[in-house]
């Protein structure tokens, strides 16, 4: 009996041992990277805040939290003025800055270049603005010349709409050259930063910027939910006399709120806890090291796309720091490489969008991103493309990024 027993014993140790190999085996099988321009990597620390207990968004530890959290925030923008935070994503925030500072009929320019240039064109077209839609090929690098040659041919007009950094091509333009331009029209100036802001440098301030868009599920290290944007006096003062509809995303209903640390509505808690967490790692790094980094990482990026001999899509300078787009050769779908990166290595990178779809691929490398998660996309994408018949010298990819990691940028 004693024998059977034993012999049971280990015939159950057997079966277990074997489950949890075998499930240990899935979860590494399963193990996930986030390598695209939005949503990125949470840190643990941010997740872990996620998991607290929800609090009551009137009570005082919750006021003490936000109010925490708006003065990170101000930090982050470089600004003294305003910044509403609004539970909604990136998309709210842009459409915020339509519909606070537009009445039918009013004049905006939108210079794009890129899938979120369209966007601000679209918007503004949808709250009745007589649009000027400056559109440069997708890719191409705006240029202050562009926005004054512009200004000049159409005479008047209220409100200029930029992207700084535009995610479907990778491209991060001269935002103070070109708001430089569009003040000196009389412009006010909005800016999508949605994916720029903490990854590279953003002087609100300094470079005149009336309105920041950005959102919380980027640079910023938070899950997607929290929308951002900051507004001048004389936004604020145009938002007072426009006469378009809007409720929730209205920036004085906002504005007074938060002026008392409330909100008008029920805030995300759980979310603006986690930014408070993410807000604090950042400005721990410091804003100067943060953007080192990523323009590093950017650089790694290039470097081991080139070793691979593929051609950039997005502009090889520093300044493309938070997403790099990549040509596919001529034969191979970037769809169907982005399938194989996502359900052979559990590597998630980004296609092209809109007429580039199929074309590029896009490696996001901002947030909390390291050299390593760079290395691992280009390891993965080289063998997806050799796979496909592309002729890559193998192993060159991650030995030139580690190199170029190794660096100093300069900003």
Known sequence: MEGRATGRKAAVRHIWFQATAAATLRAMAEKQYLLTPGPTPVPPAVLAALAEPVVHHRGRDFKAIYER??????????????????????????????????SPGDRALVLSSGNFGERWASMAKSFAADVVHVRLAWGEVPEADDLRAALSAEGEVRVVYLVHSETSTGVVSDIQALAAVAKEAGALVVVDAVSSLGAVPVETDAWG???????????????PGLGFVSVSPAALETASRATSPRYVLDWERTRAAQAKLDAPFTPAVSLVKALDVALGLLLEE??????????????ACRAGVKAMGLELFSPDDDRSAVVTAICMPESIDSTAVVGTLRDRFGITVANGQGEL???????????????????????????????????????????????????????
Not at 286 to 299: D, K, N, S, V
């Open 357 to 411: 779809k199929g074309k590029i691929v896009r490696i996001g490398h901002i947030g909390w991103s390291d050299v390593f998660d760079i290395t691992t996309a280009l390891a993965a994408l080289e063998l997806t493309l050799v796979r496909a018949g592309a002729e890559i010298e193998r192993g060159a990819a991650v030995s030139s990024a580690l190199d170029v990691y190794s660096e100093p940028a300069h900003v």
């Open 69 to 102: 959290c708006l003065a990170r925030l101000h930090d982050v923008y470089r600004t003294d003025h305003d910044v509403l935070l609004f539970t909604n994503s990136g998309t709210g925030a842009f459409e915020s800055a339509v519909a606070n500072l537009t």
């Open 209 to 223: 910027l009336d309105v920041v868009v950005s959102g919380s599920q980027k640079a910023l290290m938070c899950p």
């Open 286 to 299: 410091g804003l100067e090291a943060g953007f080192e980094r990523h323009a590093r990482l950017g650089r």
